[in-house]
């Protein structure tokens, strides 16, 4: 029997295409299951040309998971699990949100499974998104460095991102409201090779912003600042990557668990207006056990 969804892959890493889908019509269980295992599968998924008030899309977000809670960033009036990310044309200068590599709110003890974003008005030219598989970073590693890595443990915090001190950095941004707080420089740990609780498959699960810290056998602090650089450079190499050019009515779902991604600020005097909704996960990072 024909498939309801067609998913067409975009790189031979990461990142597909569906189409045959109305995202505010009622999905049946089967629809959402496929959908469900091509997120996991491809890692980002491309669901172009739909219509979605907030309402909408936090009902759509629901069929993948509960609400996933967002800290420091106030959400839309009316609607406490939508966030607004938006950068006025009238703000060239303005640092952008998401505007580093960063796997969201990993520094959480269970970060979010799926982001959802939705696009209201992006530029003619720039403001691309790029994501990089932290699957595909672990697994063209040569088998000495994954046995050490198997051993570590990565030390993430919001620190860099939320502390007081980044607060006027986040107020450049006049239609967004971030609140920073002390509260940000709480660490938690999470094991760096890490298994998709729902494909079991291995993940490098580092992202420059939040892990601030790494633990391990024999890792004395000069090895500790090597390793962070090289695992920064590795696992954002442009062959793990994918890239997309929004168009309005884009709207992209993607899995933490197994990507980070970037915000390009390459948009100056254009306006960007996407609406994000987050889904949880139902169990923290586990360590992967080959
Ligand atoms: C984010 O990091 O959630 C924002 C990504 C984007 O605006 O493209």
Redesign the pocket.
């Known amino acids: 029997m024909k498939s309801p969804l067609n998913v067409e892959p975009l790189t031979g890493v990461l990142g597909a295409r569906v189409s045959g889908i109305d995202l505010k019509s009622e999905l049946d269980k089967q629809v959402i299951t496929l959908l469900r295992n091509a997120i996991c599968e491809f890692e980002v998924v491309i669901v172009p040309d739909q219509s979605l008030t907030p309402e909408e899309q936090v009902k759509f977000s629901h069929l993948l998971g509960p609400y996933s809670p967002v800290p420091f960033v106030k959400p839309i009036d009316e609607h406490p699990e939508v966030i607004k990310?938006v950068k006025e044309n009238t703000e060239p200068e303005a640092f952008?949100?998401?505007g580093v590599w960063?796997s969201?709110f990993s520094f959480l003890s269970t970060p979010p499974a799926f982001?959802i974003?939705y696009a209201i008005d992006v530029p003619a030219i720039g403001?691309d998104?790029v994501w990089a598989s932290t699957t595909a970073a672990y697994c063209h590693l040569d088998n000495d460095t994954k046995n050490r890595l198997h051993k570590i443990t990565g030390i993430h915090s919001a620190s860099a991102s939320y502390s007081p001190d980044q607060q006027d950095l986040h107020s450049q941004l006049s239609n967004m409201t971030i609140e920073t707080s002390e509260t940000a420089k709480s660490t938690q740990e999470h094991p760096l090779v890490c298994k998709h609780p729902e494909t079991g498959k291995p993940s490098l699960f580092f992202n420059p912003t939040y892990v601030r810290g790494l633990k391990g056998p024999e890792l004395e602090t000069a090895k500790e600042e090597e390793l962070m650089k090289w695992l920064s450079q590795w696992t954002t190499g442009i062959q793990f990557t994918f890239r997309h050019k929004w168009s309005p009515g884009d709207l992209v779902i993607w899995d933490n668990r197994s990507t980070q991604?970037?915000?390009l600020n390459d948009y100056k005097g254009e306006r960007?207006e996407?609406n994000?909704t987050t889904v949880s996960d139902s169990t923290k990072p586990s360590l992967y056990r080959p």
Do not use: S
């Open positions: 990310v952008n949100f998401g960063h969201d982001t974003l403001g998104t991604h970037i915000a960007r996407l994000r």
